[in-house]
């Protein structure tokens, strides 16, 4: 399956001694321009595939304490086997027991249920089946909600542009178009629908839904992956009043420690939020390319992935922040209901840089920064006093920051 997808005050005091000259890079942030609210950061847990998490495993993922990622989604496959489903109870207990939302997703209709009668090789799902397949859909939210595992979002659908031989279905936007119009009305009015989950976030199968008045009726959330391509915007979707989730995605197979390649995440965690995603799901949570390691450990991506994880939090809101204040500098900003602010500052260059924020329309106190790098993992950066809306900060170079007001 895998091969088919690519410091305290006084160390910002010496970086100022050590910076007199430099020129600043001009960030402003007003708390007054919203863009979407955050539903959290997660990756997929996939018992029967690989090995469950260990309990300790799970809670280092779902957690928020010292040392651990504080993820606040989890993604789980319906298996087409009703006999397997116990196999995702213990991971979603322990997710849900920290507040983790749980996104379902099937990758196969039960094989009686397709044209192809396998639940491999693609296929489709016959049209007399529509009132099963949603049967089938139910009875797994209904059993998970009997675990008090229960659902916050469901899928129609893992990647139907997708034709591998394993686990697989194939459906086109007239599909989904097709099976919403006639089961939408069916589908638990409790649960967050999600589709179409398309291999690429290809609005080919998701602008048929969105301009259908009844299928877009039934579905709450646009999700896809983002293989081959990069995050970018869907006006439609916002249009329509959905939100935007990238429910699947790693950006290779090498090691997860290897710093280079892990800051990769980080970049992608930035265009993500400014294209207006409210959830970003890794592929496998625990994987040799995973933000735990096969050992359990953090990696270099989990840390990347805590940046945002443990300060950006479910409810919180993306709020206009100078984007690119300097060349190869990423930063994005964010509050919540009670005035906290959260800036994230991704530097993909070799040297500090020295950043202005000014606070538009708002105000805090004091910045803490949190740092990932090459030899750091959420380390203290030390404290930025807020004076007249302002404070001057420093990106640490080839590395992931958090600002975190007090």
């Known amino acids: 399956m895998e091969m088919k997808k690519l410091l305290g005050i006084s160390t910002a005091l010496l970086l100022s001694s050590m910076s007199l000259n430099a020129v600043a890079g001009a960030v402003y942030i007003n708390f007054n321009a919203e863009y979407q609210e955050i539903d959290g950061f997660g990756a997929m847990n996939a018992p029967g595939w690989v090995n469950d998490l260990t309990s300790a495993q799970a809670t280092k ?21 009703p006999n397997q489903w116990y196999r995702q109870v213990p991971t979603a207990q322990i997710a849900y027991s920290y507040g983790a939302k749980l996104l379902a997703t099937p990758w196969s209709p039960p094989a009686y249920m397709k044209t192809n009668n396998d639940v491999n090789n693609g296929g489709k799902l016959k049209k007399e089946h529509y009132w099963g397949y949603t049967n089938h859909l139910m009875d797994f939210t209904n059993y998970m909600a009997g675990k008090n595992t229960p659902i916050y ?23 989904f178009v097709n099976y919403l119009n ?27 839904i969105l301009k259908d008045s009844v299928a877009s009726s039934h579905v709450d959330i646009i999700g896809g992956h983002l293989y081959g391509v990069t995050p970018r915007n869907y006006p439609l979707a916002l249009q329509k009043g959905k939100k935007l989730w990238m429910t699947e995605h ?28 409210s959830a970003y799901i890794w592929w496998y949570l625990r994987r040799s390319y995973g933000f735990l390691t096969e050992d359990g450990n953090i990696s270099k991506r989990g840390y990347i992935m805590s940046q945002f994880s443990k300060f950006i939090r479910p409810g919180d809101v993306r709020i206009a922040a100078t984007e690119v204040p300097e060349s190869n500098v990423y930063v994005t900003a964010y509050k919540n209901r009670s005035g906290k602010l959260v800036v994230a500052v991704v530097n993909r260059t070799n040297s500090h840089k020295k950043l202005d924020f000014t606070l538009q329309n708002g105000t805090v106190g004091s910045m803490t920064k949190y740092v990932t790098s090459a030899s750091k993992n959420v380390s203290y950066g030390g404290k930025y006093a807020v004076s007249n809306n302002r404070f001057t900060a420093y990106a640490d170079p080839w590395a992931v920051m958090t600002f975190v007001s007090e």
């Open 250 to 277: 790693y950006t290779d197979t090498d090691n997860a420690n290897i710093w280079d390649k892990a800051m990769n995440v980080g970049l992608e965690l930035h265009q993500s939020m400014v294209s207006n995603y």
């Open 61 to 81: 993922a779902f957690g928020n304490g010292d040392g651990q990622m504080g993820l606040s989604i989890m993604r789980m496959r319906i298996d087409p086997d």
């Open 153 to 175: 979002a469901l899928s129609i659908q893992n990647e139907p542009d997708w034709h591998p031989n394993y686990e697989s279905c194939d459906w086109s936007g007239a599909d």
């Open 182 to 208: 006639d089961q939408g009305w069916r589908l638990d009015s409790s649960l967050k629908i999600l589709a179409p989950e398309s291999l690429g976030f290809n609005p080919a199968l998701s602008d048929p």
